[in-house]
């Protein structure tokens, strides 16, 4: 199993920055990627970013040019730069790992919202 624990959400004004992080325990050495996701009040979870255990990223086409993923090392921790925020990324963010074998994890959430 893996552990995942977000922190950095919070209120922001509309063109601001805020960097999430989720930090990683458990079998870390499984993870094959990393994952940010994000839910709007009466809309679906979606996918913002994932960052691959080789380093490859995809984004969402909404944040690309605003918002940067990253890994620490050895799968231990995964951050979300965010930056030029709007009022509809107000949203909860959720990290997420999957693993080699399919199983994925997420963590609890973190909200984010900005004010315009």
């Known amino acids: 199993q893996v552990q995942l624990v977000e922190s950095g959400g919070g209120l922001v004004q509309a063109g601001g920055s805020l960097r999430l992080s989720c930090a990683a325990s458990?079998?870390?050495?499984?993870?094959?990627?990393m994952g940010w996701y994000r839910q709007a009040p009466g809309k679906q979870r979606e996918l913002v970013a994932t960052i691959t255990s080789g380093g490859s990223t995809n984004y969402a086409d909404s944040v690309k040019g605003r918002f940067t993923i990253s890994r620490g090392n050895a799968n231990r921790a995964v951050y979300l730069q965010m930056n030029s925020l709007k009022p509809e990324d107000t949203a909860v963010y959720y990290c997420n790992a999957r693993l080699t074998n399919g199983r994925g994890y997420w963590g609890q959430g973190t909200q984010v919202t900005v004010a315009s």
């Open positions: 458990g079998n870390i050495f499984s993870i094959n990627a």
